[in-house]
């Protein structure tokens, strides 16, 4: 009679953990969480004629050098002060538009200068209609973090980044869109 009472002690134990197991996997508690790192704040945000650029120092910027997930990111340095930067800024935004549903995302990183981001780099940006995402990289010391980007980098620009969870390539050239597109492909 002892044993029996026993094996249903443990039977009642062992069915009182289960649905206290079950119970905190249905509240949410027990299972891995899926853990989100969240874009920082800028260290400032211009805002003129409805045109808002956010500026990052180059610890903010790396978040979006170093994103992983199934995403393929163009992330583009320029200036407006740069007349092949300039140039070539069609083919970034005719990538940005045909290939948004596609899991790409342009990022155009202008490295102006933070005084004359009222001035110059929002007139220009509403002038020539971008629609990537823009950021003003806002950080002097580009000694530091030139060769964090790239440790081949002389630092010239137009310079552009192509990068995934898998494959990461970096050029300091400038693009046509043809061009661009097969560089693409070679990352997706």
Known sequence: MKSVISRVGVLVMLLTIVACNDGAKKEGKNVKEKTTVLAPKPIKVYSKDDIKV???DYEGLEYFLNRDNDTT???NFW???C???VEELPAFE???EEYKSDKIKVLLVSLDMSKK???KLIPFLKGKKLQSDVVLLNDPDANSWISKIN???SGAIPATLIYNKNKRKFYERSFTYDELKMELSTIK
Request: include cysteine; charge should be negative; charged fraction near 15%.
């Open 54 to 56: 956010n500026a990052y």
């Open 73 to 75: 990111y163009v992330v």
């Open 79 to 81: 200036a407006t002060w």
């Open 83 to 85: 007349i092949p930067c």
């Open 94 to 96: 005719k990538l940005n």
């Open 117 to 119: 981001v009222e001035t």
């Open 151 to 153: 440790s081949e980098w």
